[in-house]
């Protein structure tokens, strides 16, 4: 089979270098009138053409026509174009994503058996070589829209030190029409080594994963800058319509660097530099079971807004400057070595060589965000020497019910510069709308970004939810050997609660459970009310969202729920909390200078080993 394709794409290459050469000469021009259509029966070469006003070029149905000037992909509009024009006729690459159907257009096709002539407009590939399954030297530069450098489907391949420079927008990165990179189905590998991408337009990615593919980048550069939106667009949230990130993630922005889609799909990024300009640098977008992890990787918001990544996503090993949030979802964050690295090597099926893994350098990651550490909707993991540098929160939570693993036995730190750990709050994410301005049962129809997020009333007691037992819809937070420096506040249980794009978070009722494991903190855990700056938030005022003030208070339906081992908690402020074991082995104590009562149930009690339940509050005094 790889003897098959090799010729095959040999042959391809043969056939196309003849062609170029019996066109060479031709030197035609081509003038086509106002209101003029001309049909491409095959693939042209021209010295000159004018486009008037009205006038098209089109291919026969079931074809597709890509125009290159000088090698580089152009939109065909009224005008005139000189130099080396070729208008290559190819088969169409006909992709369905949901409702919509794509005519995919791309410099280089590649299945099975190898580059695919018929579908892959090679004028615009520039001087690359093929063999063994490897595609070295691609070169392509795309001035157009929604036009594809190489696409992979159902086979193996390894790309190596391929250069694509696009500019202008794509048409649709749920699907990757428009990527730079696209890989898909279930039996295909791609390697993609020593890549320099660049993408500048909105809904224009670097890299897309799709289809149960397994995607490996290393030793890249990749880079996605925003685009221009058309003037016609209206901001919306319909999957495969979507041109910008949804304001409702406190976000702005209209290219996310990468993309993984489908059900199965893996992307894994090593030693590679990816950034975006806004929205987001790595996304995990409408798939299921998809496994995105990246080792010794360089993950940058240039712009200053946008996240590190969307939904789960393991970081060993890397540094990531994030605009808003680290990570929209969660994960795992870890040092990488040798051995963590052999063992994602074998379960990712990653194919690097023991000389591979020996360069990669053992590193820490490194977490830096110029607001909020995480908005978490799922659990995360926190190991090794991991630091986090925030502006915020290190963790913020709306309405959503995730699990948090910090384990400082190797160093971990985590640093909030407003004093802020752990932020539990109502969603504030006012949802989508339909045409009619409500809001849709299901994500099938057109949804728009037309939803305001009102200031809930004053929470009622929910009877039925007990605030100081655990249950299935609280947060639990673990952390063992660490020191920490900053405040715990779970300010839920005012409504529902709307958790990440308006899904609905279950209960009222939802509970901090806060399990210390030989850790010393310093700082206010408690139940509290949080008020956004304005009571009623639009678009105009979408940095508002995730940002609140908070007012320590008994538990309504926000429970508090602490418990220490080998532990010393230094309580700097009033805390309110439903349940309290302390161990034999820890303490309780106020700050020098201070000191510390507790009551439970408004009566005065020592602070001493044993559980207590009830409305129990820790006052902090001067002497």
């Known amino acids: 089979m790889i003897r098959k394709g090799f010729i095959r794409s040999l ?65 065909i509009v009224p005008g005139t174009y000189k130099g080396n024009i070729v208008l290559t006729k190819n088969e169409a690459n006909v992709v369905k994503y949901r409702s919509f159907t794509h005519y995919f257009r791309q410099a280089l096709y590649l299945d099975k058996t190898g580059i695919v002539a018929a579908k892959s407009a090679l004028p615009a590939a520039g001087n690359y070589t093929y063999g063994n399954n490897t595609l070295a030297g691609a070169a392509i530069k795309s001035v157009g829209e929604a036009f594809n450098g190489i696409y992979v489907s159902d086979g193996t391949c390894t790309i190596k030190n391929a250069a694509i420079d696009f500019t202008g927008n794509g048409g649709d990165d749920f699907a990757g029409f428009g990527a730079a990179v696209m890989a898909t189905g279930k039996d295909t590998t791609l390697i993609l080594d020593g890549a320099k991408i660049k993408t500048h337009g909105a809904i224009r990615p670097t890299v897309v994963a799709t289809g149960s593919s397994n995607v490996i980048v290393k030793n890249s550069d990749l880079q996605a800058m925003d685009g221009v939106l058309p003037a016609d667009y209206v901001p919306n949230v319909t999957l495969g319509e979507m041109k910008a990130v949804p304001w409702m993630l406190g976000l702005s922005g209209n290219c996310r660097a990468t993309n993984i889609l489908g059900t199965d799909t893996k992307a894994t990024y090593i030693n590679s530099s990816i950034s975006s300009e806004k929205w987001g640098v790595l996304s995990q977008d409408d798939g299921k079971n998809d496994t995105l992890t990246a080792i010794n990787c360089k993950i940058t918001n240039t712009g200053k807004v946008g996240y590190g990544a969307f939904n789960t996503t393991s970081f060993y090993g890397c540094y990531i400057d994030a605009g808003d949030y680290a990570v929209i979802g969660g994960g795992v964050f870890a040092a990488s070595n040798p051995e963590i690295i052999a063992k994602l090597n074998a379960d990712l099926k990653l194919g690097l060589t023991p000389d591979e893994i020996k360069s990669l350098a053992s590193t820490r990651t490194t977490v830096k965000s110029g607001r909020f550490g995480l908005m978490l909707n799922t659990s995360v993991k926190i190991m090794d020497d991991t630091v986090f540098d925030t502006e915020k929160a290190i963790f913020l939570i709306k309405g959503s019910s995730p699990e948090i693993n910090v384990d400082g036995s190797k160093g971990a730190q985590l640093n909030s510069k407003n004093g802020i750990i752990l932020q539990m709050m109502d969603g504030d994410d006012p949802g989508p709308r339909d045409a009619d301005g409500k809001t849709p049962a299901d994500f099938n129809g057109k949804m728009f970004n037309t939803g305001v997020h009102k200031e809930p009333p004053p929470p009622v007691k929910d009877k039925s939810f007990d605030v100081a037992t655990p249950n299935k819809s609280d947060v639990i937070a673990t952390f063992a050997n660490i020191t920490l420096k900053g405040d715990f506040y ?108 507790m009551t439970v149930d408004g009566s005065p009690r020592a602070i001493k080993a044993g559980a207590y339940k009830g409305n129990i509050v820790l006052t902090v005094a001067s002497f």
Not at 26 to 54: F, P, Q, R, Y
């Open 11 to 75: 042959a391809a290459m043969g056939s196309a270098a003849m062609l170029m050469m019996f066109l060479a000469g031709c030197g035609a021009k081509k003038n086509l009138e106002a209101g003029s259509t001309w049909e491409i029966s095959e693939t042209t070469k021209l010295s000159e053409l004018s486009v008037a006003d009205g006038a098209a070029i089109k291919a026969p149905e079931g074809y597709t026509v890509t125009m290159t000037v000088d090698g580089v992909e152009t939109r």
């Open 490 to 597: 779970n300010a839920g249980g005012r409504q529902g609660g709307l958790a990440l794009m308006g899904n609905s978070s279950g209960p009222s009722g939802k509970n901090l459970v806060l399990d210390l494991q030989n850790t010393n903190i310093t700082g206010v855990v408690t139940s509290s009310t949080a008020m956004h700056a304005k009571d009623t938030i639009t678009a105009a005022d979408y940095l508002l969202l995730g940002e609140v003030t908070n007012t320590p208070a008994a538990a309504i339906n926000n429970g508090v729920i602490v418990s220490l081992t080998g532990s010393t908690w230094t309580v700097t402020g009033t805390s309110y909390l439903t349940s309290l074991t302390l161990g034999n082995d820890s303490a309780i104590i106020a700050p020098e200078g201070h000191k510390l009562a």
